[in-house]
């Protein structure tokens, strides 16, 4: 803690993680007398950065810049970029110890990483934000490479603003590095279902845990908050298997329609328009905006949160159980909070955590990788049924772990375990680094 003064997220996210490897530790001492954790929780390198660019009008900001490169036994650094004023190098450290984890449940040979910078794209024009991007990148691109380092999209970091920041880094590099970046469009070396795999991998993963407990989404009740990237392709997820999805949200309230959310309203407001969440009622009467109120004050069998970080805390969770809410897939980063987390593993809901919940996109982004590698580009049947099985091995492993340990049902612990122990052996295996 006193290393890593007021870096609040990542004092949490460890704190997750080192809870659970307790029997790991005992059942292999050789981790502690190589001082595995220890290691584990410093980044391998961080870099903070000054980010100026020039408004539409002409004045001058200044922004910070962001990439840990935390953990590189696997594999190249990978793990998105997030632009929101609220980002600081505790967000981005929280989220790069997370991405070591996931990225080492997902079987694939990637190292994890993250970055961003307290840039907010709200209310900026189209060439605000490409100036924003092509100064973020002259910084950061000395230090990545296909091989190094290879970020992707997250919160406020989408299609678009990937498209600038290729440009920039080809332009000053002089190459035509396709695997730098992940998430790009299909037309200059992007691969297809990056975008849905996130959403998708949730619905999917979901759909495991309830399969395991004899259920279906058939005729469940589902909530999920935000209405971004993640959000919209798990609503769509969850309608093609068979739930309806009855209300979603952005940072100014929800939308709740019980007939169904019209995924395709969504994602034209928010991708296209650019448009507020409370819009959506302008095109469809029978649905009511509620601002500024918890969405999990909405009854729901299925809860994904979607948004952001500790945006479901135990009131909420307290709600949702006493709604008759049977199971939660964290579509978004550590969004629940560590004692609503407690609380729903008491009552018996199934919790999938977001390392393993949400691992289908940077799984997809691994697979992006190796098309840009082989200069190919795949179907997208081919690439979901990838998505698919990536996924469901994800939740068997974290099934079969927790078992193991004796915590049969327990996803958490089956996934930091499953993950820590992937990590811990390459690392004694590479020696002291
Ligand atoms: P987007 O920027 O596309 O969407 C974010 C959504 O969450 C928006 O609706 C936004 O509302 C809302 N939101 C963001 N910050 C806050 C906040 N502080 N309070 C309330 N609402 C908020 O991001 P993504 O969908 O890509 O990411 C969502 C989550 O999923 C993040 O936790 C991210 O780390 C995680 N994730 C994303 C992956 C990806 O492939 N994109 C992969 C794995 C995890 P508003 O527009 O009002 O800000």
Redesign the pocket.
């Known amino acids: 803690v006193e290393r890593n003064r007021g870096e609040n997220e990542f004092h949490q996210a460890v704190h997750e993680v080192l809870e659970s490897i307790g029997p790991v530790i005992e059942k292999h001492p050789e981790y502690a007398e190589q001082k595995i954790i220890e290691r584990i929780c410093e980044p391998e390198r961080q870099i903070t950065f000054r980010v100026p660019w020039e408004d539409d009008r002409g004045e001058v900001h200044i922004n910070r810049g962001f990439r840990v490169e935390f953990n590189s036994a696997l594999g190249p650094y990978k793990g ?1 970029l ?1 632009f ?1 004023p ?1 980002v600081y190098q505790g967000t981005v450290k929280f ?1 790069g110890f997370e991405q070591i984890f996931k990225n080492a449940l997902t079987g694939l040979p990637i190292g994890g990483g993250k970055g961003g910078a307290d840039f907010d794209p ?1 209310g900026r024009s189209d060439r605000e934000v490409m100036r924003f991007c092509q100064s973020f990148m002259t910084e950061l691109h000395r230090h990545l490479g296909e091989y190094t380092d290879v970020p ?7 299609g678009r603003e990937i498209g600038y920041l290729f440009g920039q880094y080809k332009r000053i590099t002089n190459r035509y590095e396709s695997g730098v970046l992940t ?1 790009k469009h299909l037309s200059f070396g992007g691969a297809r279902v990056r975008t849905e ?2 959403g998708y991998g949730c619905a999917y993963f979901v759909r495991e845990m309830l399969a395991a407990r004899g259920r279906s989404f058939n005729g469940m009740q589902v909530v999920v ?7 919209c392709y798990a609503m769509e997820k969850v309608h093609q298997l068979g739930g309806t999805v009855v209300a979603c ?4 309230g929800y939308v709740y329609d019980e007939n169904g959310i019209d995924v395709e309203l969504v994602k034209r407001l ?1 991708e296209v328009e650019r448009a ?2 409370g819009d959506y009622v302008e095109h469809r009467p029978a649905a009511k905006f509620v601002a500024d109120r918890s969405i999990w004050e909405v009854p729901c069998q299925v809860a994904l949160p ?4 500790n ?1 479901l805390d135990a009131a909420d969770a307290a709600q949702l159980i006493a709604s008759g809410c049977i199971a939660v897939g964290e ?3 550590m ?1 629940t909070t560590p004692d609503a987390v407690r609380m729903f593993q008491e009552a018996g809901v199934a919790f999938g955590p ?1 390392k393993a919940a ?1 691992a289908a ?2 799984a997809t982004s691994a697979l992006e990788m190796q098309q840009n590698a082989s200069r190919d580009s795949w179907s997208f049947e081919f690439t979901e049924q990838r998505l698919e099985q990536i996924m469901k091995d994800i939740h068997a492993r974290c099934y079969a772990t927790a078992d193991e340990y004796g915590m049969a049902g327990n996803y958490v612990a089956g996934a930091n375990i499953n993950g820590f122990t992937n990590v811990a052996d390459a690392m004694l295996r590479l020696g002291l680094i």
């Not at 992707?152 to 989408?158: C, E, L, P, T």
């Open positions: 998105g997030r929101h609220s989220l709200k992707a999209g997250d919160i406020g970091v989408g998430g795999a996130t908050s935000g209405s971004g990237n993640v959000a949200s952005d940072s100014s928010k507020r969440i979607s948004a952001t970080q945006e579509g978004a980063n969004p977001g949400n996109g940077v």
